[in-house]
């Protein structure tokens, strides 16, 4: 596609419930990463993927998140037992591969609002 | 945890004037530096990269880096209310794990 996508653009769920957000990447693009950005907050690093494999997943809060990208391609953000304090905008971004000379260029996606009652 | 400071505004200036954003980072490893433009309610837009020190220009925007002072920078020439958001300052290291700062709310005045 032109852009990364990303679906739904608002999820509005209960506390102690499973929610999948799902991240489409610009085509040909190997790295993806996963951010959470609260209000009056710079995007928070969540997860980065080059190709299928999760190379960092350092930022990712506690074992509620998973994500997933078994194709290299379209990426999962998993958060199970969702809680008040996961209510965030997760923003998706990809970059063509990562290294220098712009390669690592990040494009974001419109992001999903995340809102947990 | 890598720290990105960035001064949050807002920051007024008239249009037609120069608008200078700040950044200082606390890595000195870091080895790519971008600034985005975040409109109300949209997700960050790029709007330059920098490697090196010194300045690199495009159109109205030049960004600054300062590797040994730890300190990027972003000037907006000509300022327009359309330029009106704030400026997110991110910083790479490796090449694949990036740092925002908080951002600077810039407001152009007609």
């Known amino acids: 596609g032109a852009g990364v996508s990303q679906t739904p653009s608002n999820k509005v769920t209960e506390k102690g419930k499973y929610v999948e957000l799902r991240c489409d990447p610009i085509?040909?693009?190997?790295?993806l990463y996963w951010y959470r950005q609260s209000l009056g907050q710079g995007p928070e690093f969540l997860i980065y993927?080059?190709?299928?494999?999760?190379?960092?997943d350092s930022g990712l809060p506690n074992d509620r998140f998973f994500a997933v990208r078994p194709e290299g391609s379209v990426s999962t953000l998993k958060i199970q037992r969702t809680e008040r304090g996961d209510s965030a905008v997760y923003l998706c971004a990809s970059s063509l591969g990562a290294g220098p000379s712009s390669t690592d260029t990040q494009y974001f996606g419109p992001g999903t609002r995340l809102t947990v009652l | 945890q890598k720290e990105v400071e960035q001064n949050s505004g807002p920051l007024s200036v008239p249009e037609g004037a120069i608008a200078s954003l700040n950044c200082t980072y606390s890595d000195r490893g870091s080895q790519s530096f971008f600034w985005y433009r975040q409109y109300s309610g949209k997700s960050p837009e790029l709007i330059m990269f920098?490697?090196?020190?010194g300045d690199k220009e495009d159109g109205r925007f030049t960004a600054q880096l300062n590797k040994a002072s730890q300190y990027v920078s972003l000037l907006i020439r000509d300022s327009q209310p359309s330029d009106s958001a704030t400026y997110l300052c991110?910083?790479?290291?490796?090449?694949?794990?990036?740092?925002f700062g908080s951002g600077t709310k810039l407001n152009v005045k007609p």
């Open positions: 993927f080059q190709g299928t494999g999760a190379a960092d």
């Open positions: 991110a910083v790479g290291y490796n090449f694949n794990k990036f740092y």
């Open positions: 920098i490697y090196s020190n």
């Open positions: 085509s040909g693009h190997t790295a």
